[in-house]
């Protein structure tokens, strides 16, 4: 790929080099180091394109970490957060403001009607789902099921509802009232509700689990047995959600309504957002002084939640993803015949997992050196969630980059 050019010309190398260097020196006295960080320092990113210090252009298939729905920079939301960064930047929410009354409307036309409540991430949504979980039933159910291989988020009650072991190594006691049953086995949730269970709280699509997909009549099955035992069906779209499937929103893939939804990561186009989304019904048992968050719902999240919505609608975004999504399984979908290392394509809208019997890490260092920017997640699955305003031309450039390296890495 070529490198920025003319007026948007990064320094020369040499240079660039002296700035890395600066910055990881920087990082290394005063940053926690709690991210294993790749040798790069990014500058800028437009597109699907982000540059680095020394010029060079990486063609990125996981932009912002599934964040950047819209790709890097997007005029709309970039546009939307500098005429409200102008106006108002922040106020509490013991006010009313406009743009938060119309994102909430906008999520709630496009999803299951209901109310949201707004936060930052998708950890602090999934916190709202838990303490509302209990809040909503009686004080004797307090117990969640979750999934083997689901992801939460960080916080330590997010954490414990994410049932991974290596996530809770060291922090025990971990929060009581969290069980877990394999994902997709319907009868092995059933067998872990009894009188203290008060909610399911599940991905759609497993997002860090590798790109899981339920088989089918599974969310089915779970609506239907919230349903007998009177049980919140939470579903976590932190990845999912906002457009990525091809549908606004994952469950809408599968005709399986929940009670609650959370959102976050894609939200907000790169701005960081996030919201749970339940029934007017169910939200009053998130009663006034029982949960809150200072930042949450504020003028510029909206604004950009706001201006993401609008453009998926104006550029007929949702079908993109389809479209797109088929480009992707064109070119990957035959490495599970032509590689005895892939064991498995699983690709839904453009939430796409290659699952190798090999590291996929080497797979991700090797993208890294060619211009390509890809994720590892589970030690071997090759996780990609690209923008939906990717081109044709890039979509075809980068799976070709990608099975080129897929193929090498046995």
Known sequence: MATASGSNASPSAAAAKTKHDEVVALFEQYVVPNYKRYPVTLVRGSGSHVWDSEGQRYLDLFPGWGCNLLGHCPAEVVRAVRDQVEQLIHVPNTWYTES???????????????????????AEANEAAIKLARLHTPESRYKIITFEGGFHG?????????AQPKYHAGL?????????????????????VDEETAAILIEPIQGEGGIRIPPDGFLAGLRQLADEHELLLMFDEVQAGCGRTGHWFGYQNFGVTPDVMTLAKSVCG????????????????????????????????????????RTIEEQNLLQRASELSEIFGSHLSPLVDECEHVREVRILGLMIGIELSVPATNVVQTCLERKLLVNCTQETVVRLLPALTLSDELAHEGCQLLCEVIRAAA
């Not at 938060?100 to 998708?122: I, M, T, V």
């Not at 998130?286 to 809150?292: C, D, I, Q, T």
Request: hydrophobic share 50%; with cysteine; glycine share 16%.
């Open 270 to 309: 790169g701005v960081a957002g996030g919201a749970l989304l339940t029934t007017a019904e169910i939200a009053k048992s998130l009663r006034p002084g029982m949960h809150a968050s200072t930042f949450g719902g504020n003028p510029l999240a909206a604004e950009a939640g706001l201006a993401v919505i």
């Open 154 to 162: 960080r916080t330590l009650a997010a954490t414990t509802a994410t």
């Open 100 to 122: 938060q009354g119309r994102w909430a409307a906008a999520l709630a036309q496009r999803s299951f009607g209901g109310q949201a409540f707004f936060c930052n991430s998708g």
């Open 172 to 192: 025990g006691p971990l929060m009581a009232g969290f069980v877990y049953a394999p994902f997709g086995d319907l009868a092995a949730v059933a067998d872990l």
